[in-house]
Each structure stands twice: as structure tokens, then as C-alpha cells.
């Protein structure tokens, strides 16, 4: 039989906790605490502890932490938000359903996070200050800028000190999406030290999807926050805006944490350490597997420690490698096919090809090779080497090539 290597396993850790996975939903019949409660409260002591924060809020899932956190960090009606276009939908969702205008820069090429370059670019000739209003506006839209919102995508983080910097000159608070970076680090020269994504922003969310690095068995999320103000306000917005039962403060949203979920990730939270260290491991294995080929592989500058949520090389003829690699039996993905600029839910933002050239460059060149804690050293080595045969089988004539890439 044909050897199969698929792009994610959500099996086998469960069928490894079963047992304490169980239990938690035994407990949690025989209490009859379903949302809510001493589950949700316990796991956002120890996720606070592990972003090296001080407060954690559950929430529903990572598009409504985003949103949240842009929420309580002052985005409102009418403003603008400044964000990436290579990341899913969902943080251009959580800043619409904010109620404000999603804007892009475009990211760095090796990264492909925010490029802290292009940012002071666009503030700098894109933004002028209202001296009377005090705020920032975007020239082309009219609109206050509310925030910034750096994607930590794959499981690295953006390059923070600088976005830091920025927002600081433009008075801007940085909402981090940290939706695929649970436990990576950054060594900020700004802060002097290692910082965990989710603790270097004003709030950051997160999600615990199932096939996110620290996931729930269903949708869960959680907004990181060292500011105790911003922690109430959150816990209002989740809970319809009750800081006390039938007590209403504001209108807020039913995007509370189920003490189901919250008990899961109790149970999977102590593991994420040495999960992270295992998809550290396989990225370790598939850099010295793909040495000396001609793929761009994923870059991990100095001062940063990649999660590997994902590991995403860059591949000429991509698709057809894909399908070339799918009928071996390997499972791939592509994060993301179409940069969200270029997405039809956002044609009234009026963008074209070509606005943003490194976004689009890398769209069309991704491919996510499988990548989980379990992933053994077997299937990697069959994975690379049907990639190897694909690549070489699709390679284009010389005289085909661009210039550029000779
Ligand atoms: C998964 C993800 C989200 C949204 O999380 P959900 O829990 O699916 O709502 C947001 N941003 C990024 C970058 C993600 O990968």
C-alpha cells in the first residue's frame, strides 16, 4: 500500500490524552458548569503564565478575540486598521465586524510578516496628522487610523521592536494576531529580553481551532492583555456586556469560552511545550532534508523562535507539484491562494494586482508540507523525496526560465 503522509493529524494527540480528556468532560457533566466557571478561570491563569502576561480572557474564538481586542483597545465605527494582506480572512473579519476599514501593507519577503519599512512608508506619505482632532488619518479614506495589527503567521513573529517603535511615533496602539504563534519568541532589544507572542502588544488574540498549535476538541480563543482596564472591558464584551448578571453595562456579544473547551485546553496546555519543541525538531529535519535544493525554505531571523504552526516553502510551478505530491500520497496546503486584497469580499476596497507585489509574489509560490508534533522522521524523508521528483519533473526548460532566476 502506497505510503499516505497527511498534512495534519488531529488524531493521534487525542488518542494519546483520551484518558484525561475524559475525565475533563466527566467533571464537567457532574458539575453541570458547562459556559463559564472555575475551568475557564483556571485556564486563563496558566495561558496568562505561559505568554508571560497578566491577564487572559476566553473567548469563543480567535476572530472574536481579535475583534474584541481591537474593540477594547479603542477601534471603533468608522476608523481604519492597519493589517497584512497574506493572512486569513479572519483578521480582516475581526477588524470589519469592528467596525472599521481594513488597510495593508504589504510584508517582508523573507518573513512574510509586516515589514516594518514599508509601515513607516505608509504612515509617513499615506497618513497625515488632524492637529485639531489630535488623530491620525488616512488620506485616501478620511479615516482615523485606530490601530495596527501585525499577523504572527506560521508560527513566527513579526518583527516587533520596530512596528513597536512605529506605533509608539504615531501614537498608535498594536493589537497582535496571534492566532498561529502560541509560544513563539522574539527577542526585543526594545524590552530587553525574550518576549512570547501575545505579551508585546497593547492585547493580542488568539485562537484554539482544532489544528492551531495549542487547540480545543471544538472553537475556543483568548485575548492576552497586561492592562487590567482592558481585561474588564473585554470580559464585558463576551459576556453582553454584563459585569454582573441582567446588569448591562454596554451592549457587548455572546462570545464566551465554553468550560468544556477551557478544560480540554487545560489538558493540552501542558503539552504545548513539548509539541512546539517537537514541530521544532521536524523543521530542523526538513531543513537538512531540503538542503542544497532549489526551494526557498522558511527564514528564521536571529532573534526569533518559530512555533512552525506551519512550514511553508516556496515552490516554481506549485500547483502542479501539489497535485503531483497529493497523488503520492502527501498532504499539502496553500496559506493562503489568494492575498486578501484580491479576495471578491473585498473588491469595494478597490484594490488590483500588483498593489501588493511581495504578498502576491508569495501566493502564488507557498506550499505547506505537513507539519505536526507526531510527524515522524520516515515521513518526512518520503515527503521530501516526492517533492524532490516533483519539482525535477516539472522543472521548466532553461530557456523558459525568467531571467532572474537563472
Ligand atoms: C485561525 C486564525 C484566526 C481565527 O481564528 P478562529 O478561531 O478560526 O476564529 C485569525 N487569524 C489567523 C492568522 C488565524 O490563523
Redesign the pocket.
Known amino acids: 500500500m502506497m505510503r499516505q503522509v497527511p498534512f495534519l493529524d488531529l488524531v493521534t494527540p487525542h488518542v494519546e490524552l483520551e484518558a484525561e480528556l475524559t475525565a475533563a468532560f466527566r467533571d464537567c457533566l457532574r458539575s453541570g458548569h458547562f459556559v463559564g466557571g472555575e475551568a475557564v478561570e483556571q485556564f486563563e491563569q496558566e495561558f496568562a503564565r505561559f505568554c508571560g502576561v497578566r491577564y487572559c480572557v476566553g473567548v469563543?474564538?480567535?476572530?472574536?478575540?481579535?475583534r474584541f481586542a481591537l474593540m477594547a483597545g479603542g477601534v471603533a465605527a468608522g476608523d481604519a486598521v492597519i493589517t497584512v494582506p497574506n493572512?486569513?480572512?479572519?483578521?480582516t473579519?475581526?477588524i470589519s465586524q469592528a467596525g472599521a476599514l481594513p488597510l495593508f501593507v504589504d510584508v517582508e519577503e523573507a518573513t512574510g510578516n509586516l515589514d516594518p519599512a514599508r509601515l513607516g512608508q505608509f504612515l509617513e506619505l499615506e497618513c497625515r496628522f488632524d492637529a485639531a482632532a489630535h488623530t491620525l488619518l488616512h488620506r485616501g479614506s478620511a479615516r482615523r487610523i485606530a490601530a495596527i495589527v501585525p499577523?504572527?503567521?506560521y508560527g513566527q513573529m513579526a518583527d516587533m521592536d520596530p512596528i513597536l517603535a512605529l506605533a509608539e511615533e504615531y501614537g498608535l496602539p498594536v493589537i497582535e494576531?496571534?492566532?498561529?504563534a502560541h509560544g513563539a519568541e522574539y527577542r526585543s532589544a526594545r524590552e530587553g529580553g525574550w518576549r512570547k507572542a501575545g505579551s508585546m502588544g497593547l492585547a493580542a488574540?488568539?485562537?484554539?481551532?482544532p489544528?492551531?498549535n495549542l487547540g480545543a476538541c471544538g472553537?475556543?480563543?483568548a485575548v492576552t492583555t497586561n492592562e487590567e482596564r482592558l481585561a474588564a472591558h473585554l470580559r464585558k464584551l463576551r459576556d453582553h456586556g454584563q459585569g454582573r448578571k441582567y446588569y448591562h453595562d454596554i451592549e457587548g456579544y455572546n462570545g464566551r469560552l465554553d468550560a468544556l473547551q477551557a478544560a480540554i485546553l487545560q489538558v493540552k496546555l501542558k503539552r504545548l511545550e513539548d509539541w512546539n519543541r517537537q514541530r521544532g525538531a521536524a523543521a530542523e529535519n526538513y531543513a537538512r532534508l531540503l538542503a542544497g535544493s532549489e526551494l526557498l525554505l522558511p527564514q528564521a531571523p536571529s532573534g526569533s523562535k518559530p512555533v512552525y504552526?506551519l512550514y511553508v516553502v516556496r515552490v516554481p510551478q506549485r500547483d502542479a507539484v501539489r497535485a503531483e505530491l497529493a497523488g503520492a500520497g502527501v498532504g499539502t496546503g496553500i496559506?493562503y491562494p489568494i492575498p486578501l486584497h484580491l479576495q471578491k469580499a473585498y473588491a469595494a476596497l478597490g484594490h488590483s494586482a500588483g498593489d501588493f507585489p511581495v504578498s502576491e509574489q508569495l501566493a502564488g509560490e507557498i506550499l505547506s508540507l505537513p507539519m505536526y508534533p507526531q510527524l515522524s522522521y520516515d515521513d518526512q524523508k518520503y515527503v521530501v523525496g516526492k517533492l524532490a521528483e516533483a519539482v525535477a519533473g516539472h522543472r521548466l526548460p532553461a530557456a523558459e526560465l525568467p531571467a532572474a532566476s537563472l
Not at 488574540?205 to 481551532?209: A, I, K, L, R
Open positions: 469563543a474564538n480567535g476572530t472574536d478575540a481579535v493572512t486569513f480572512i479572519a483578521t473579519e475581526a499577523v504572527h503567521l494576531d496571534a492566532c498561529q488574540g488568539f485562537s484554539f481551532y489544528g492551531k472553537e475556543a480563543g504552526h496559506h
